[in-house]
């Protein structure tokens, strides 16, 4: 991914050798096991939106993802999920797609405890990261995977559950003959409003106008969505997707940022 101005930090790691489950209780122990970052990552062979970049944890992001994990994380032999079960409440959830290093999605969490969030993220550093970073500042409304996206929804994620998608700052996979790789199409914007209630949203930020301009095309063409800034119109900055530091150089620097939000209408 390209550094993340919202909701993200700049993703440049991924999975890790030496992450240790050692100091795991053994009721926590399986679900970690899933997703030892030991083991290969393995997904269904098709074309995909992401790479996973070779990297190492810091000593934190390795504390964070070892003690938390257990807690907060959830997998894909989660199976479908029960909202009301793993919040323990039937307060609206939204999800939050590709979260990077998560600091952005910790302040939402925090500035929004009447909703619950997960979060998706392939890279395991970011994971570690959000996980450390949700106990310190005493999150309770978040779940995360470390998973493929597209599993995820098709697993785990009931119908008509979500109050909302993000999809921040994704890949922009700008060269001309990766843009098959751009997790912005129509079937992937299909699966997402049979996920979202109706009346909830999907809300896309980038800071690529060319990207921007691809998932106005993509949204125009797929049914079932309303722009709810008008048609072929791009949505303000709303208050509660958090300005990074990163955006605010690139705003002084003359770089655009582009929000789109669209209803799901049936």
């Known amino acids: 991914m390209t550094d993340k101005p919202v909701l993200t930090s700049p993703v440049i790691d991924g999975p890790v050798a030496d992450a240790s489950v050692t100091d795991v209780s053994p009721a926590d122990k399986p679900a970690l096991d899933i997703i030892d970052p030991e083991q290969p990552v393995t997904y269904a062979k098709r074309i995909k939106s992401f790479v996973i970049r070779a990297g190492r944890m810091t000593a934190a992001q390795r504390e964070g993802y070892t003690k938390h994990f257990g807690e907060m994380g959830l997998t894909l032999n989660s199976g479908m999920l029960d909202f009301n079960g793993i919040f323990g409440n039937d307060n609206p959830v939204v999800l939050e797609i590709g979260f990077g290093m998560g600091k952005s999605l910790v302040e939402m969490c925090q500035a929004n405890p009447g909703l619950n969030y997960i979060g998706i993220e392939v890279h395991t ?3 570690g990261k959000i996980l450390r970073d949700a106990d ?11 998973d493929d ?10 119908d008509d559950s979500l109050e ?5 700052f994704p890949d922009p996979w700008h060269k001309a003959r990766h843009h098959k790789r751009r997790i912005v199409q129509l079937g992937f914007v299909e699966t997402l409003r049979c996920k979202i209630k109706t009346g909830g949203t999907y809300h896309m930020a980038t800071d690529w106008e060319n990207y921007a301009e691809h998932m106005m095309e993509v949204m125009n063409e797929a049914p079932g969505y309303e722009n709810i800034a008008g048609k072929k119109e791009f949505h303000p900055r709303p208050d509660f997707r958090p300005l990074t530091k990163f955006e605010k150089r690139g705003e002084s620097l003359g770089h655009g940022v582009w929000d789109l939000i669209f209803k799901k209408i049936n």
């Open 125 to 127: 550093p970011g994971v």
């Open 136 to 146: 310190d500042f005493n999150v309770k409304n978040l779940r995360v995977f470390k």
């Open 149 to 158: 996206a597209i599993e995820v929804l098709a697993q785990c994620i009931p």
């Open 164 to 168: 909302s998608v993000q999809l921040y």
